[in-house]
């Protein structure tokens, strides 16, 4: 997993994986077959350990407003714990990739689609619990606050600073307020 989260899918080489887990090639594929097999197990690591704090954070906390800060927290510390501070592996081990692997491009778009449909839940369940208003755009909102969490991890990978990524969170939590009080 982290060999992957550190260089994506298309760098990582067989070798690489090979010697992360101290095995050899006919051990290798005798346990997992294939690079796009252990690809997809490694992102199911991922996603049931270390990326699912910012999931975990939307739907444990009681508020709308404190859980969509949460899960934007949660999701700076996820981008700047990888490997390399290379950001989420969901949003970015596979963005642009050969032909070859285009079905692994589609799995990853379906987990961030993924992503943006739980938001969108969590809203749904604010404006049910009236903690947003009624009217409120909530597939916007949940638009808005996904792409938000893929730009907190390309930030990372840039460079940035938890403080300036922490500071980011702070402006989309005044979006967020905004789009609370523009309601009729």
Not at 70 to 77: F, G, N, P, R, T
Not at 110 to 115: A, H, I, P, Q, V
Request: aromatic share 6%; proline share 3%; hydrophobic share 45%.
């Amino acid at each position: 997993m982290e060999v992957f989260w550190a260089k994506g899918y298309e760098a990582t080489q067989l070798a690489e994986l090979m010697a992360a887990m101290g095995i050899n090639p006919p051990s290798f594929y005798a346990a997992f077959g294939s690079k796009e097999k252990i690809f997809l197990e490694a992102v199911d690591l991922y996603l049931a350990t270390v990326g699912a704090g910012s999931m975990k954070a939307l739907a444990e906390t009681a508020n709308a407003r404190a859980a969509i800060e949460a899960m934007l927290l949660a999701s700076v510390d996820i981008a700047l714990a990888s490997p390399t501070s290379g950001g989420c592996m969901v949003s970015l081990a596979l963005v642009n990739c050969q032909e070859q692997n285009k079905p692994l491009r589609i799995h990853m778009q379906e987990l961030r689609r993924s992503t943006t449909s739980f938001i969108v839940q969590r809203l749904r369940r604010g404006v049910e619990e009236d903690d947003l208003p009624k009217e409120i755009d909530v597939e916007r909102l949940a638009s808005y606050f996904a792409t938000l969490m893929q730009g907190l991890s390309l930030q990372a990978q840039d460079g940035a600073e938890r403080d300036d990524l922490v500071g980011t969170v702070a402006m989309a939590m005044g979006v967020l307020e905004y789009a609370e009080n523009r309601q009729p």
